[in-house]
């Protein structure tokens, strides 16, 4: 992109000088090679070993890498982010024009409740040192930033749907697979089929039944609309067993929940409504079928 966008701004003669780059670090870090945005077998970034190459174009081109940018994915650690952020100073320095170095993201969120969340307060001290090693050698403040986004966001968020009907089937061993149909699926949130990403489940209503092994489904048309997977495969989670017209609450919507959905199947958004103590305020109205006709229509 650096010599396409070299050729535009020559051709044109138009446009900043100053670019951004930015550099897969030759690792990353996700629960699936989907969610690892650096390393091998992801298409994000520079690969760190081409950046003479950079260097060379931005000097035919005269253009100046005045930013430099990673982003691994949210899955690391501590010591992860540690060597990483280490790394993209090490690039940064050669680049003498630098203004800006963005460490992106990589703060990790644990979905399962379960489970203990990564303390993160460590991360201020790495970054405080990383700017003070820029500033040491360019003799200058640098602007440091970071994308910390879903860490913050994802917890806020929870999809409430409503249970409509329970199915099952028996694998060829006989054993019974129970399933509870839903009326949200991937179309709302597509994580779990896209990712196999784990989601907290919990059913509401009167007299649930006792726990047992559920496959909890959506109401597409895609065998993979599985809310319950695990490596991207429908499995059975231990669920207290609901009856139609029992709500579902799914956690950790608050991040590429809404802004992933899809009206597949003719499926309409669904409406937002943020809590505030003990305020509900509808921020975002349902769709209706009129509202996806009419673009259809037109």
Same mark, same amino acid.
Request: charged share 25%.
């Given at each position: 992109m650096v010599e396409e966008y070299g050729k535009a701004l020559k051709t044109r003669g138009a446009g900043s000088a100053k670019i951004s780059i930015r550099i897969n670090p030759g690792e990353g870090a996700g629960h699936s090679k989907k969610t690892n945005t650096g390393g091998p077998y992801s298409?994000?970034?520079?690969?760190?070993?081409n950046l003479d190459e950079v260097k060379r174009l931005a000097k035919e081109y005269g253009l100046t890498v005045s930013g430099v940018h990673m982003h691994i994915g949210s899955g690391g650690d501590m010591e992860h982010l540690k060597r990483i952020t280490g790394k993209l100073v090490e690039f940064a320095k050669q680049f003498?024009?630098?203004?800006?170095?963005?460490?992106?993201?990589?703060l990790?969120?644990?979905?399962?409740?379960?489970?203990?969340?990564?303390?993160?307060t460590g991360y201020k001290d790495i970054l405080?040192?990383?700017?003070?090693?820029?500033? &040491? =050698?360019?003799?200058?403040?640098?602007?440091?930033? +970071?994308?910390?986004?879903?860490?913050? %966001?994802?917890? $806020?968020?929870?999809?409430?749907?409503?249970?409509?009907?329970? &199915? =099952?089937?028996f694998d060829e061993e006989g054993?019974? +697979?129970?399933?509870?149909?839903?009326? %949200?699926?991937? $179309?709302?949130?597509?994580?779990?089929?896209?990712?196999?990403?784990? =989601?907290?489940i919990w059913f509401v209503g009167d007299d649930l039944g006792p726990e047992q092994d559920l496959i909890v489904a959506g109401p597409v048309c895609e065998s993979g609309d599985v809310l319950t997977q695990k490596d991207e495969e429908p499995v059975a989670r231990k669920l207290p067993m609901p009856k139609p017209g029992d709500c579902i609450v799914i956690g950790g919507a608050g991040a590429y929940g809404h802004v992933m959905s899809?009206?597949?199947?003719?499926?309409?958004?669904?409406?937002?409504?943020?809590?505030?103590?003990?305020?509900?305020?509808?921020?975002?109205?349902?769709?209706?079928?009129?509202?996806?006709?009419?673009?259809?229509?037109?």
């Open positions: 298409k994000h970034g520079i690969w760190y070993q003498e024009k630098v203004e800006t170095v963005n460490f992106g993201g990589g990790p969120y644990q979905y399962d409740p379960d489970k203990p969340q990564e303390i993160i405080e040192e990383r700017a003070r090693l820029l500033k &040491n =050698h360019f003799g200058r403040d640098i602007v440091c930033e +970071i994308e910390p986004g879903r860490r913050f %966001v994802a917890g $806020c968020g929870y999809l409430i749907g409503e249970v409509r009907s329970l &199915n =099952h089937t054993k019974r +697979i129970n399933y509870v149909l839903t009326n %949200v699926g991937f $179309c709302h949130l597509i994580r779990p089929m896209a990712y196999g990403s784990f =989601h907290p899809s009206n597949y199947n003719s499926q309409p958004l669904i409406p937002e409504v943020v809590v505030d103590g003990n305020q509900c305020i509808q921020t975002r109205n349902r769709q209706t079928l009129d509202d996806i006709l009419r673009q259809e229509t037109k």
